[in-house]
């Protein structure tokens, strides 16, 4: 009887330990992890985890349109986020004002609107859901203004975000803090030189946590090279991912809320060149001004990375750039990582869109449970339910 349970565990640990080689193995094939200073390094190739992974959209229902009662809609729109009832806040750049719809889409009021008096605002570019309140930042005004959901004014406080060429892309991530960019710049020998402080900020738009630190040393007027400042970024239950070197490298940090480096994902991949119409579309269309002039981009590469997203199952998204020899508009291209590991390659066949970071026709984003795409030529919100198929 010994010899027997003996002979049986030695068995069910030899099954264990080839269980484990098997697992390993798969994994080395794909993602190699290496660790540092308790610092977790995953080196993914291009073969995925889960080849059979496929995204499905599901329930759609549209927000906005040109042709329906100005009234009670948007015009033109520069952010929406999503409350933890689901209600949808879309700010109108237009006419600088909040438009609040339900969770079906339904209107239900607007608030604020262009002036420099109590509940108004000017320049307004971006708002954040912060627990109960909406803050709104105009970067033109050094200002942020905060409003409870309800539409309720409560505060206009001056920030120190320059009227630069780019505004910021904040978001709420308890009931007191904000994520997001907060440019610095300096001005030396009549030179202007930009940077970011990535962190995470107070409703007083006050640093709390130092996540990355994009040096102030960046040429406004060299577009290509001061365009780092737009490091994508994503963020879901205190963990932060960001790509310090997007245009060039596919690289993105894992940082908690602390500012502890957690890990680095990377991903075998190469820059890709523009093809003549998409470089000649970028150069027509590029919105960046400084000192009241359109600064014309001299584009050679693609970045390697357009976007970062986090999407509600806690996957890493990242919309990386395609060889494209004609055309301007191409389905997104999606990577979608877990746990660090590279899954597989999805194709948003749902839409077209130009690789940029100044979006003309059409642009997309994960929010709270939602896939939301926006036509921006046609002035509408589409609102996607989605899953997963082959998890």
């Known amino acids: 009887m010994k010899r027997y349970f003996k002979f049986l565990l030695t068995l069910t640990t030899f099954s264990l330990l080839l269980t484990l080689m098997t697992v390993s193995c798969s994994r080395n094939e794909t993602c ?62 237009a006419k600088q004002t909040v438009f609040k719809y339900d969770k079906n889409g339904r209107y239900l009021l607007k608030f604020c609107s262009r002036g420099n008096g109590p509940a108004e605002i000017d320049g307004a570019n971006d708002i954040a859901i912060v627990g109960d309140s909406l803050v709104l930042t105009s970067p033109g005004q050094a200002r942020m203004s905060m409003f409870d959901l309800n539409g309720n004014f409560g505060e206009h406080r001056t920030i120190i975000i320059p009227g630069l060429y780019y505004g910021a892309a904040d978001t709420g991530i308890n009931e007191n803090e904000i994520l997001g960019y907060f440019p610095t710049f300096k001005a030396e020998d009549d030179k202007v030189r930009i940077g970011n402080s990535f962190s995470i900020k107070d409703k007083s738009f006050k640093i709390k946590t130092l996540i990355h630190e994009i040096p102030t040393e960046y040429d406004p007027i060299d577009v290509e090279n001061a365009k780092i400042i737009f490091m994508p970024f994503a963020y879901y239950t205190d963990n932060i991912f960001y790509a310090p070197n997007f245009p060039e490298n596919y690289h993105i940090h894992w940082k908690n809320t602390k500012g502890d480096l957690l890990g680095v994902i990377s991903k075998h991949n190469a820059r890709i060149e523009y093809n003549p119409e998409e470089k000649k579309h970028y150069e027509d269309t590029a919105g960046f001004v400084w000192n009241g002039e359109r600064i014309i981009p001299n584009c050679k590469l693609k970045s390697v990375m357009n976007g970062m997203y986090a999407d509600k199952y806690n996957n890493i998204l990242v919309w990386v750039s395609q060889k494209c020899a004609t055309g301007v508009k191409h389905n997104p291209h999606i990577d979608v990582f877990k746990d660090g590991e590279f899954q597989n390659a999805i194709i948003l066949d749902q839409l077209e869109l130009v690789e940029s970071h100044t979006p003309t026709d059409m642009k997309f984003d994960f929010k709270k449970d939602k896939f939301i795409v926006y036509d921006i030529t046609e002035n509408v919100f589409s609102v996607y339910d989605y899953h997963y198929e082959g998890i």
């Open 32 to 93: 190699t992890i290496t660790e540092k200073d308790g610092v977790k390094y995953y080196s993914n190739r291009n073969k995925p985890a889960n080849p059979n992974l496929k995204f499905v959209i599901d329930n759609k229902f549209e927000i906005g349109g040109l042709e329906q009662d100005t009234m009670v809609t948007f015009t033109g729109a520069t952010d929406l986020e999503i409350d933890k009832d689901g209600n949808f806040y879309i700010l109108d750049f």
